[in-house]
């Protein structure tokens, strides 16, 4: 497995922005697909945004299309995800995630990932 830590996560006030980063400890992450999910307290964890490996294809989840931008740097095998106008419904742990497999299209699918972070607390206050 990819081991990965997140870090960047805090509080804000709405509106304001956040950088979450996530390094990967494994000289396959360039090949894989890497993505963001977060859980909220009592509810289900939910896809945010991914990126594809070897053409930094992405796609997001409706709810933050235009707010967030996941980018990643395989030369220091990080992902970020850059959070602009948070609002309090964005508060939840959010988690890194990388594909099980190398070389494949991109997925918006948690089961299609094998690795997870430890997670990151991000608390948006209105």
């Known amino acids: 497995q990819v081991q990965l830590v997140e870090s960047g996560g805090g509080s804000v006030q709405a509106g304001g922005s956040l950088r979450l980063s996530c390094a990967a400890s494994d000289w396959t992450f360039g090949s894989r697909c890497m993505g963001w999910f977060r859980q909220a307290p009592e509810k289900e964890r939910e896809f945010v945004a991914v990126?594809?490996?070897?053409?930094?294809?992405?796609v997001y989840a409706d709810s933050v299309k235009g707010r967030f931008t996941i980018s990643r740097d395989n030369t220091k095998n990080t992902v970020y995800l850059q959070m602009n106008s948070l609002k309090p419904e964005d508060t939840a742990v959010y988690y890194c995630?990388?594909?099980?497999?190398?070389?494949?299209?991109?997925?918006?699918?948690?089961?299609?990932?094998?690795?997870w972070g430890q997670g990151t607390q991000v608390t948006v206050s209105s």
């Open positions: 995630a990388a594909h099980v497999r190398r070389f494949t299209s991109i997925s918006t699918s948690r089961t299609d990932f094998g690795s």
């Open positions: 990126i594809s490996g070897l053409d930094s294809k992405t």
